[in-house]
Antibody, heavy 122, light 110 residues
């Protein structure tokens, strides 16, 4: 059974960098049938796709966040990570990591982590 | 990229059927057969409900079904049950190699 678990600080100060890690169990992040993604949800609002990473580190990002986002992978630990810099209160959200099934293109988010709330506050 | 358009809320009585629409553009919903739907109960992570427009993952009730016509996808829930009450999100891959979600629809079972 595939499981994803987010970890990282629950509070980040404005202008600093938000860093989260997703640990995957029950599947290898080197499996080329899947991509690995981050999605966030501000309190009381909808879902926003942040980006995904695949293979040995190829990435695609939401254009609205591209200048501030970096995703990375650590295959030795079966983890992938999110860094979002220059954060503001608008970046406060529940952050989810998710596995993306690859068909001809990345097709659907089949497994999600439980989510972790990050609050941007001084 | 703009979010897909969903109604903010829908409601129905137990046993009834409801449909949630999801309208995009020719660059996302209208281009690919990769529309998916997610159900989210309060305080929980989203759960995959429908993939590839009209396919259900193992374990998802046959009461949930999906369809698509042009730039609009739809999720139909038949035989409404109290436990169906949740938020529902559609999503689509786009021609810009990105993903876009709908704004979400809150389902109330009366």
């Amino acid at each position: 059974q595939v499981q994803l678990q987010e970890s990282g600080p629950g509070r980040v100060k404005p202008s600093q960098t938000l860093s989260l890690t997703c640990t995957v169990s029950g599947a290898s992040i080197r499996n080329r049938d899947y991509y690995w993604s981050w999605i966030r949800q501000p309190p009381g609002k909808g879902l926003e796709w942040i980006g995904y990473i695949y293979d040995t580190g190829n990435t695609y990002y939401n254009p609205s966040l591209k200048s501030r986002v970096n995703l990375s992978m650590d295959t030795s630990k079966n983890q992938f990570s999110l860094n979002l810099n220059s954060v503001t209160a608008a970046d406060s959200a529940v952050y989810y990591c998710a596995r993306v099934k690859l068909v001809e293109v990345p097709s659907w988010f089949d497994t999600w982590g439980q989510g972790t709330l990050v609050t941007v506050s001084s | 990229q703009s979010a897909l358009t969903q109604p903010a809320s829908v409601s129905g009585s137990p046993g009834q059927s409801i449909t949630i629409s999801c309208t995009g553009t020719s660059n996302d919903v209208g281009y690919y057969e990769y529309v998916s739907w997610y159900q989210q109960h309060p305080g929980k992570a989203p759960k995959l409900l429908i993939y590839d427009v009209n396919n259900r993952p193992s374990g998802v009730s046959h009461r949930f079904s999906g369809s698509k016509s042009g730039n609009t996808a739809s999720l139909t829930i038949s035989g409404l049950q109290a436990e169906d009450e949740a938020d529902f999100y559609c999503s689509s891959y786009t021609t810009r190699s990105a993903w876009v979600f709908g704004g979400g629809t809150k389902l109330t079972v009366l």
